[in-house]
C-alpha cells in the first residue's frame, strides 16, 4: 500500500477529525497506486495516522475512511458504516423512512450521499474512490435497507473536479420518478429525477418546524376582536372585525405570510399546518411551483395558498414600491456563493433580499431567512442581515439560530459542514 508522507509543520487539520487530505499537506508519496486506491496517511516520521482513497487529479488528494490501520476497505466495511448511520437516524430523527441516512464526511463515508424516500433511495457518488467502489455501496445498501429500488443523480458539477462525468441511473431495482414522503406530520410528492439535488431538501426539517409559533395570534392586528355576540337567540363567543361583523374563516387569527424561493412548498405547508390564514408562495421555476401546487393540494391547504412564478429580487422590490405587507416573510433561497471568489457578491444578494424582505414585514412581525453557502461564514451572514436593517431602519430580535438538521450531523474540526444558516427575528421599525 502506498504511503502518503505529510509534511512536519503543516496544520494538524488531519487530527483534529478533518477528514481530507490537500495536496499542500502532502511531502511525498511512497510506492506506487492507482487513482482511487486505498492509501495510508503518515506524519513526517512514519507514525501511521489514517487510511483513504487517493485521487491526484483532486486538490483534496486522500479523503479519509478509517484510522484503524488493519481495518479493510471491503463490503463488509461498507454495511458496517451504513448500518451505522441508519442506526443514528433511528435514534434521532422522527421518521427514519424520509430523511438524509448518509451524509458523506459526516458519516465517515466521504464522498457518498443518501437520501431516503421510504423504500427508494436516491444516491450521489461525489468522488473517485467512491465510484471505484459503487458495487459496494450498492451491494451494502441492500443489505441494510432492503429498497426497492436506488437512483442515481450523479448530475453534479463537482463529479468532474474528481475526473467523472456527470449522470442520472437506475444502480438497483425499479425506481419510480415521483415518490411520496411524510415530514413533519406533511406529505411531499418527490420528484427523484428533475428535481433539485436528490429531489428533497431534508436539511431544513426541523427549521421549517421551528416557524409554528408564528403563525398564529395575529386577528387583532388584522382588527379581529373576540366578542359576544347574539347568534339564534344565544349569547356566544365569535371573532368580530372592525364592523362588528362575524368572521367566519375558521383561520382568522393566523398570519399572512410569503415565502420566496418556495421550491417544493415546504415552509408554505408546514406555515398552513400551524394556522396560517393566507400564504404567498413564490419561485421563478414553473416546475417547482407545479411541485408546490401538487404538494399542497395533497394537503388540502389550495384554497389558502396564492402561487406566484417571479424573480424573487424583482419581486420583493415591486411588493416594497406597492406598499404590500406581511406578517411573516421566509426567505429560503439557493446558495449565492457557490466559491470562495463569489462572496462578495453573495453578500450583495443576501442583502438585497433581507432589506427588501424586512421591508415587507409588519411591524412586530417576523422575517425567517437561511443562507446555505457554506463559502458565507455564519459570522458573515448575521453581518450581511445588520447592514440590510440599518439601511431598512428597522430593528432585529434574534429569536431563534439554527443550523441543519439531525440527519446532517456535524464532524468536529471540519468547517466546511457548517453550511447552513437559519434564524428568526422579529423586526421592529427604528424611529
Given amino acids: 500500500m502506498a504511503k502518503v508522507i505529510l509534511h512536519k509543520h503543516r496544520k494538524k487539520r488531519l487530527e483534529a477529525g478533518h477528514p481530507w487530505i490537500f495536496q499542500s499537506e502532502v511531502m511525498e508519496i ?3 497506486y492507482q487513482p482511487g486506491e486505498i492509501v495510508e496517511v503518515v506524519n513526517h516520521q512514519g507514525h501511521f495516522l489514517a487510511k483513504g482513497y487517493i485521487n491526484p487529479a483532486s486538490q483534496m488528494i486522500v479523503r479519509i475512511l478509517s484510522y484503524d490501520p488493519k481495518e479493510e476497505i471491503d463490503e463488509s466495511f461498507f454495511v458496517r458504516r451504513i448500518r451505522e448511520a441508519a442506526e443514528f437516524r433511528t435514534r434521532f430523527v422522527e421518521n427514519p423512512r424520509a430523511c438524509r441516512v448518509i451524509y458523506g464526511e459526516a458519516d465517515f463515508l466521504p464522498g457518498l450521499i443518501v437520501d431516503r424516500y421510504g423504500d427508494i433511495l436516491v444516491a450521489q457518488i461525489l468522488s473517485l474512490g467512491m465510484e471505484e467502489r459503487r458495487d459496494l455501496i450498492r451491494d451494502a445498501l441492500v443489505k441494510v435497507f432492503q429498497p426497492a429500488g436506488i437512483y442515481l443523480r450523479n448530475d453534479v458539477p463537482v463529479r468532474e473536479l474528481e475526473g467523472l462525468e456527470q449522470t442520472k441511473e437506475v444502480l438497483y431495482g425499479e425506481c419510480p420518478r415521483e415518490v411520496t414522503i411524510e415530514e413533519n406530520g406533511l406529505k411531499y410528492i418527490v420528484d427523484i429525477v428533475e428535481g433539485q439535488k436528490t429531489g428533497f431538501f431534508y436539511d431544513q426539517r426541523e427549521n421549517r418546524a421551528a416557524i409554528a ?3 398564529k395570534g395575529w386577528g387583532e392586528k388584522h382588527g379581529i376582536t373576540l366578542k359576544q355576540v347574539e347568534v339564534d337567540g344565544e349569547t356566544v363567543v365569535k371573532p368580530v372585525d372592525r364592523r362588528g361583523r362575524i368572521v367566519k374563516n375558521p383561520f382568522w387569527d393566523g398570519a399572512e405570510v410569503l415565502e420566496c424561493f418556495t421550491h417544493t412548498g415546504s415552509f408554505t405547508l408546514n406555515a398552513c399546518k400551524h394556522g396560517a390564514k393566507k400564504v404567498t408562495a413564490l419561485d ?8 408546490a401546487k401538487k404538494n399542497i393540494t395533497l394537503n388540502g391547504f389550495l384554497h389558502r395558498v396564492e402561487f406566484v412564478v417571479a424573480n424573487a429580487f424583482d419581486y420583493l422590490r415591486e ?8 406578517d411573516v416573510v421566509i426567505l429560503d433561497p439557493p446558495a449565492f ?4 471568489g463569489a462572496v462578495k457578491g453573495a453578500c450583495r444578494g443576501y442583502k438585497d433580499i433581507n432589506l427588501n424582505g424586512m421591508k415587507l414585514v409588519r411591524p412586530g412581525g417576523y422575517l425567517v431567512t437561511a443562507s446555505c453557502s457554506y463559502h458565507m461564514s455564519p459570522e458573515l451572514f448575521l453581518e450581511t442581515i445588520q447592514d440590510a436593517a440599518m439601511d431598512a431602519k428597522k430593528i432585529l430580535r434574534l429569536i431563534e439560530w439554527r443550523g441543519a438538521g439531525k440527519d446532517h450531523p456535524q464532524i468536529s474540526g471540519a468547517e466546511e459542514a457548517h453550511y447552513l444558516k437559519f434564524a428568526i427575528f422579529e423586526v421592529r421599525d427604528r424611529r
Avoid: D
Avoid at 284 to 291: D, G, K, L, Q, V
Avoid at 319 to 326: D, T
Avoid at 337 to 340: F, I, P
Fill in 30 to 32: 511512497q510506492g506506487e
Fill in 337 to 340: 456563493a457557490k466559491s470562495r
Fill in 319 to 326: 411588493c416594497v414600491e406597492a406598499g404590500r405587507s406581511w
Fill in 284 to 291: 421563478i421555476s414553473e416546475h417547482a411551483i407545479e411541485t
Fill in 213 to 215: 409559533p408564528l403563525m
